[in-house]
């Protein structure tokens, strides 16, 4: 049977964080990240892009900034933000691709769709703002945006006496249309969809769709969009090609095989970063608690090696059971 597989995108996919972020150098990232999926299409699977938009989206909201500074231009609410890291992304992930298939002769259509995601309007995010959007700041120019503009910033973990700004990361109830994403998968159609956690969006009293000012993980929208379209397996790829226990110590342990049980524990004794693994290793528990087969934590260079990344399942005899 053909299986069908979710492969979520960082960020950095496109955009590194010591480039520039020109067009060639992002043309060349996602050429290089899409490389490594070309194994799975030559196995037939069936597969879904998403992807993050981190950098992307804190990029457009400098220039929402700077045009309404500079021309007096009206910013633009976050939502449509979003909406426009989806466009940009999706359509350098799509044309990429497209090339891709033609140099290795593989004949599959692809298609990138705007994605919404309801979310609950009374969601605890929306009062305490942990999402990191955007570049890094100094303590003085992270002062400067604050008194200005009324942004809410945190420590960065890259550095430290850095910051970044922060907005609600509501959590994802559904992905509109993943009944259509589904349908098209079914037909061999490579979708891009659910681009950085998808545009946050909730239904109000008279069923009217509200836009709301947030940013969605893109691993747990990616997840629930896995499980809602019964996908066989979930990639994150991110940059390291293992999940480590006690990261950056002399401690530090390659995880390579976690059932349910042992990944939730790790996440108990604060094995995983807070702001940074555990949100992934989250994801990957729902996906398998949700009937998906396995989930993998990984580097995209990575994924044609047969020993790459970490892999959480649940326990065999629960699998067997569900």
Same mark, same amino acid.
């Given at each position: 049977?053909?299986?069908?597989?979710?492969?979520?995108?960082?960020?950095?996919?496109?955009?590194?964080?010591?480039?520039?972020?020109?067009?060639?150098?992002?043309?060349?990232?996602?050429?290089?990240?899409?490389?490594?999926?070309?194994?799975?299409?030559?196995?037939?699977?069936?597969?879904? /892009? *998403?992807?993050?938009?981190?950098?992307? +989206?804190?990029?457009?909201?400098?220039?929402?900034?700077?045009? @309404? !500074?500079?021309? $007096?231009?009206?910013?633009?609410?976050?939502?449509?933000?979003?909406?426009?890291?989806?466009?940009?992304?999706?359509?350098?992930?799509?044309?990429?691709?497209?090339?891709?298939?033609?140099?290795?002769?593989?004949?599959?259509?692809? /298609? *990138?769709?705007?994605?919404?995601?309801? +979310?609950?309007?009374?969601?605890?995010?929306?009062?305490?703002? @942990? !999402?990191?959007? $955007?570049?890094?700041?100094?303590?003085?120019?992270?002062?400067?945006?604050?008194?200005?503009?009324?942004?809410?910033?945190?420590?960065?973990?890259?550095?430290?006496?850095?910051?970044?700004?922060?907005?609600?990361?509501?959590?994802? /109830?559904?992905?509109?249309?993943?009944?259509?994403?589904?349908?098209?998968?079914?037909?061999?159609?490579?979708?891009?969809?659910?681009? $950085?956690?998808?545009?946050?969006?909730?239904?109000?009293?008279?069923?009217?769709?509200?836009?709301?000012?947030?940013?969605?993980?893109?691993?747990?929208?990616?997840?629930?969009?896995?499980?809602?379209?019964?996908?066989?397996?979930?990639?994150?790829?991110?940059?390291?090609?293992?999940?480590?226990?006690?990261?950056?110590?002399?401690?530090?342990?390659?995880?390579?095989?976690?059932?349910?049980?042992?990944?939730?524990?790790?996440?108990?004794?604060?094995?995983?970063?807070?702001?940074?693994?555990?949100?992934?290793?989250?994801?990957?528990?729902?996906?398998?608690?949700?009937?998906?087969?396995?989930?993998?934590?990984?580097?995209?260079?990575?994924?044609?090696?047969?020993?790459?990344?970490?892999?959480?399942?649940?326990?065999?005899?629960?699998?067997?059971?569900?």
């Amino acid at each position: 049977m053909t299986k069908l597989a979710v492969i979520a995108l960082g960020g950095n996919a496109l955009l590194r964080s010591n480039q520039e972020g020109n067009m060639d150098q992002q043309n060349k990232n996602t050429m290089d990240t899409l490389e490594n999926i070309v194994f799975l299409l030559k196995q037939n699977y069936n597969l879904i /892009i *998403t992807h993050g938009n981190g950098p992307q +989206v804190g990029n457009i909201l400098l220039r929402n900034e700077a045009g @309404t !500074k500079e021309y $007096g231009i009206p910013s633009m609410p976050l939502d449509v933000c979003v909406a426009d890291s989806q466009g940009g992304i999706g359509y350098t992930i799509e044309r990429n691709l497209r090339n891709m298939l033609k140099k290795y002769h593989i004949q599959r259509e692809v /298609i *990138t769709m705007s994605s919404m995601v309801e +979310v609950d309007p009374d969601d605890p995010a929306f009062t305490n703002w @942990t !999402k990191r959007v $955007g570049p890094t700041y100094n303590q003085e120019q992270k002062d400067d945006l604050e008194s200005k503009n009324g942004w809410q910033f945190k420590s960065s973990s890259k550095k430290e006496g850095s910051y970044r700004r922060v907005v609600p990361s509501p959590t994802p /109830i559904s992905v509109m249309n993943s009944d259509w994403i589904k349908e098209l998968c079914d037909r061999g159609v490579i979708v891009i969809a659910s681009g $950085g956690g998808g545009i946050p969006v909730y239904y109000d009293q008279i069923n009217n769709l509200v836009p709301v000012e947030g940013v969605i993980d893109k691993d747990m929208a990616s997840s629930v969009l896995a499980a809602s379209v019964h996908a066989d397996e979930f990639y994150i790829l991110t940059d390291v090609p293992y999940l480590y226990s006690s990261y950056g110590t002399e401690n530090q342990k390659v995880l390579e095989f976690l059932d349910y049980n042992d990944a939730v524990e790790y996440g108990h004794q604060g094995a995983f970063g807070e702001g940074t693994m555990q949100p992934k290793v989250n994801a990957c528990l729902d996906f398998v608690k949700n009937g998906g087969e396995k989930a993998i934590i990984t580097e995209a260079t990575k994924l044609q090696d047969k020993s790459y990344g970490t892999k959480i399942t649940l326990h065999y005899e629960e699998a067997n059971q569900a």
